[in-house]
């Protein structure tokens, strides 16, 4: 009788301990969220202190759903190249409450749509490029209030020129200025040659949205393993 009570105990424990766990755990090791790591930009990035924050990806492919990465990153007939990169010192933001606002913080998404994404033909469909620009402004404004969640009250988009399917772009996104709750953001879609194909201009309202879901999916992230080691840091030096 009390071997099978001890018994039933480890089972809960044990199922406890994979449910809460495992999910980032699988999240962390896999590579799906870091998709291809060639690109056009990469040199041009290469040249500056960044990094591809691990712990974001984590996040998004974590049992805490997030339709993009859930429905369109992680599909493999999506993204052909997926890449986030974040200057250094905002990455140390994600570990630290430091609330203060910071001008100019910034942020690349480096992405290459396939087919699958198109809405003209070899066209990617705008709706996704709102979603990424969405997006990139909903993890810059995060992490520069200080991991405090945020909504988008305003999103406007200029469409210049086609973004095509199977080319490589890259998505700029800073903040303008921060007043209170609301952070102002803009950013632009560029080709290959650096032509402009997308601008945006966003309204980001901290808001009390799931912040605790936020903040106890670092902290679970933080104990399943030391994410510093695990952090891909591009350093030209080490190359050289
Ligand atoms: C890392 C993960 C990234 C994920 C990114 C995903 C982003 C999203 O998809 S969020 C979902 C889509 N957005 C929404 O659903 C938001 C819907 N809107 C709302 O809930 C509310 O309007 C909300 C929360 C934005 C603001 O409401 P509330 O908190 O009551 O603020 P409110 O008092 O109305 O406004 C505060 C200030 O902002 C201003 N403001 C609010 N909305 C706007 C707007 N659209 N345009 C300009 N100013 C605005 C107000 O004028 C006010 O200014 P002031 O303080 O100077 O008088």
Not at 89 to 96: A, D, P, V, W
Not at 209 to 226: C, F, P, R, S
Request: glycine letters at 6%.
């Amino acid at each position: 009788m009390k071997k099978n009570i001890l018994l039933f105990g480890l089972a809960f424990v044990g199922g406890f301990t994979y449910e809460r766990y495992f999910p980032y755990v699988k999240a962390f090791i896999s590579d799906k969220g870091q998709k291809n790591d060639d690109h056009s930009f990469k040199s041009m990035l290469e040249q500056g202190n960044y990094i591809q924050p691990k712990v974001i990806d984590i996040m998004h492919s974590s049992p805490d759903k997030h339709f993009l990465h859930n429905f369109i990153a992680q599909h493999n007939e999506a993204l052909n190249v997926f890449k986030i990169y974040y200057p250094d010192k905002l990455e140390q933001k994600i570990y630290s409450d430091n609330l203060e606002s910071e001008d100019k913080i910034h942020l690349h998404f480096v992405f290459n749509a396939a087919d699958h994404l198109q809405g003209h033909s070899s066209i990617v469909h705008g709706g996704l490029l709102a979603t990424l620009i969405d997006n990139a402004f909903g993890q810059l404004s995060y992490l520069a209030s200080g991991q405090i969640p945020t909504a988008t009250a305003n999103l406007n988009i200029n469409y210049r020129k086609p973004v095509k399917t199977n080319h490589d772009y890259m998505i700029t996104a800073e903040i303008d200025k921060i007043e209170g709750r609301k952070v102002f953001l803009k950013a632009t879609i560029y080709d290959q040659d650096k032509t402009i194909c997308t601008e945006a201009t966003g309204l980001f309202l901290t808001v009390q949205w799931g912040g605790q879901m936020w903040k106890n999916a670092l902290d679970k992230i933080k104990e399943v393993t030391q994410i510093d080691d695990k952090i891909v840091k591009i350093d030209q030096k080490k190359k050289e």
